[in-house]
């Protein structure tokens, strides 16, 4: 009989959704269930518990119930759990798991997984997602990776990992690096790199900063930006190509750079925001000598997560340009 304990944590999603009398699917299942529900994770050599710690569909999940969860997390692994696996929805997953990757310094796996069929439709994906999950988490070879996301048998950093399509259980991808591992036969073969090991703390003040992501379109005159920037305690702008805004933008986007932390992405979905290439009026290279911080390889909805998150502890700009250097 085994002694190893994998913690199961429900926070809702396609994974846990059933048909509603009033139309489309909703959540309905708690983790009990999904367990359950899956009678061949009996033949998993480890003990499952289980929490249900939100139902929701994750559109609607908030920085207050990422601190609950990064909590809970550290509470189980304190405890004794050799690995924790959280059931989300996939809609904002990737933004989960680099919270978690940032405020959850163990090395025991931390696997967040999903699904893009709900467990009632054909072909149904929930079930080998948990089943791969809980296998990576169980997995020694998956320790100290930091949060990994696992999707169709794929192992994703959480610094990488992207929701690409709307439907396609094929949804998810590590842009330019590729997923750290597959699961072959129930095995995971897991050959990635470290996590980058910053720690920042789930401080509850994330609750109260708002740090907004403002994507730059064609012939944007910066009316968005004037009108609500001024809401903000930082921004991050998913710029154009490999960090551009229009030239018309860049007096109003240095004014909010001079206030508050703004952080430069990009909207392209791949790649770094370079650093001495272009310099015209609105390049990267404009805009960084206008204050600009360079978001590293993050995604605009990572960097927003690491920027609320230090913007939580009242870090200033050479600390928060220190922690986005971590992610080069
Ligand atoms: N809208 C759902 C959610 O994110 C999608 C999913 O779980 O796949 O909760």
Redesign the pocket.
Known sequence: MTSRRVAVIGM????AMAPSASGGIVPSLDADDLVASMPWLANLDAKLTTTTLRSL???SLGFADLLALSDLVRAELAGGADGVVITH????IEETAFFLDLTVPDDAPVVVT???RHPEAAGADGPANLYAAIGVALAPAARGLGTLVVMSDEVHGARFVRKSHTSSTGAFVSPGFGPLGLVVEGDPRIRGAARVGLTLPADPRVTERRVGLVTVALGDDGTLLRRAGGAFDGLVIAGLGAGHVPAGMVALVAEHAARIPVVLSTRTGAGSVLRQTYGYPGSERDLLERGLIHSGFLDPAKARVLLQLLVATGAGKQRITEAFDRFR
Not at 12 to 15: A, E, L, V
Not at 89 to 92: F, I, K
């Open positions: 809702g999603g396609t994974i569909p994750s559109p929805g996939t809609d904002t999903g699904a893009m």
